[in-house]
């Protein structure tokens, strides 16, 4: 029965996988890589994706691969999410809704050997997807120019980690993983006019790896308070990306196009990335834990069309800085009552762009969060902590700056975890 649940179950994200719809509409994703995904997970999704310092036995943390290391010795754990959103667009007194549906994220986590746990898992890393035009009405009566903006994609992951405890306080950990996707922009200029259209194309095709390294100290404040502080670095390096462009000159006379491809070599790259964590628990029921990444983007360059000339150029990216703060109440983990049970969320945040738009800096985000995690009954397991859970948030989204379009997103976060007693051993009178 539990093979037959878990391949359907693998089926089910399989399908879902495949069918999602881009997780994003922003017209910020024509900028850099794309919106930048939250890689956390379903419990930390109502805290607002805090991790850094968190150490749980019954659930996958990716944050800090040194986590898998607190991993129950008897389970085998599953998570799935899936999300939902809809975004308000806002500029000057125009505003449009948008709404999509988007694969979170599939990983799973088990006991390798003492001290040694090991995770693996699809997780997204950026999103890309927009369409929207502009008029532009011309001077002396020569009609107007319009313009179509459009671009898909994004990058995703598939990764291999461990986590080992060194020593009582300490753990230690890595992820390795293989990073795919890419970008299709297409800017398209037309007029009704004798004047040509333009068509610009830019896209480029990813396949690199990416590395980051955790750690995790545990301190015990007495016999009911526990200080837990986190620090993970990730690699930056070139991703062995070709990015290219094409423009597309249509004489609007004799419909003759005209053609020019260019092409950089090894031209794009990932940032350094640095993140601290601290988190404070008390008993089995409180937890507050407060997150603090840098990501070094201002040191890399990005390709840019301009001058009749296609290169890499500096001051397109900045440095971007996140702050997320999260508490987890649950007033008593082993009642028989569900409301006592239920874990009870809340978080808020606060990040910087990582681009600048025409040369001031793009929006910045201020988010806030609340959710529950819902534990599951079921016949086969019901030992303590290590029941299915259900994990359901909600997260408001502000992403603003001035003079720039202000984007409000509500958004709902799905995520179930399974946690199965794969390695008990079965006595029988």
């Known amino acids: ?42 419990f930390s999704r109502g805290m607002n994706g805090v991790g850094l310092a968190l150490r749980r ?13 607190a991993i129950d010795s008897l389970t085998m754990i599953f998570d799935v999410g899936l999300s939902g959103q809809i975004t308000n667009f806002k500029e000057g007194n125009a505003s449009v809704n948008a709404r999509n549906a988007d694969f979170e994220y599939a990983v799973g986590c088990f006991r390798l050997m003492r001290n040694v ?9 950026t999103n890309v997807g927009y369409s929207y035009s502009s008029t532009t009405r011309l001077a002396d009566n020569r009609g107007t120019i319009e313009e179509t903006y459009e671009g898909d ?39 009704g006019t004798d004047i040509n259209s333009l068509v610009k194309s830019y896209e480029a095709s990813v396949k690199t790896y990416h590395l980051d390294f955790g750690l995790q100290w545990q301190q015990p404040l007495n016999k009911t308070d526990m200080l837990t502080l986190g620090a993970t670095v990730g690699l930056g390096h070139k991703i062995n ?32 990335t640095y993140g601290l964590g601290a988190a404070f628990s008390h008993k089995d029921q409180l ?16 390709p840019v069309y301009e001058n009749g000339d296609y290169h890499l150029r500096s001051g397109l990216m900045k440095d971007r800085y996140k702050v997320n703060l999260g508490v987890d109440y649950v007033p008593n983990s082993m009642s028989r009552s569900l409301l006592e049970r239920i874990h009870y969320r809340m978080g808020a945040g606060y990040a910087t762009p990582y681009y600048k738009i025409n040369g001031q ?69």
Request: glycine share 12%; net charge neutral; hydrophobic share 40%.
């Open 1 to 42: 029965m539990n093979r037959r649940f878990l391949c359907n179950m693998m089926a089910a994200v399989c399908c879902v996988a495949a069918y999602a719809q881009s997780g994003t509409n922003s017209p910020y994703s024509q900028y850099g890589y794309g919106v930048l995904s939250d890689q956390s997970q379903g």
């Open 57 to 69: 036995g019954n659930a996958v943390n990716t944050l800090n691969p040194a986590s898998y290391s």
């Open 117 to 125: 746990g090991m995770s693996f898992g699809v997780l997204p890393m």
């Open 153 to 191: 994609g994004g990058l995703h992951k598939v990764f291999i980690g461990a986590g080992w405890r060194i020593i009582k306080p300490l753990s230690v950990g890595f992820n390795a993983a293989y990073v795919w996707g890419g970008y299709d922009r297409d800017i398209v200029s037309s007029a």
């Open 241 to 272: 990306a070709d990015p290219e462009c094409t423009i597309i000159n249509i004489n609007s006379l004799t419909t003759t196009p005209d053609t020019a491809r260019f092409v950089i070599s090894n031209g794009l790259s990932l940032p350094m």
């Open 287 to 302: 937890t507050v834990a407060l997150d603090g990444t840098l990501q070094q983007w201002g040191g890399l360059d990005m």
């Open 361 to 429: 800096d793009g929006p910045k985000e201020i988010s806030v969060s609340a959710g529950f995690g819902i534990p599951l009954q079921n016949g086969w397991n019901t030992r303590g902590n290590l029941r299915p859970v259900l994990n359901i948030s909600a997260q408001w989204v502000n992403t603003s700056a001035t003079g720039l379009i202000k984007e409000n997103m509500f958004r709902i976060n799905i995520g179930l975890t399974f946690n199965e007693r794969w390695f008990a051993k079965w006595k029988v009178d």
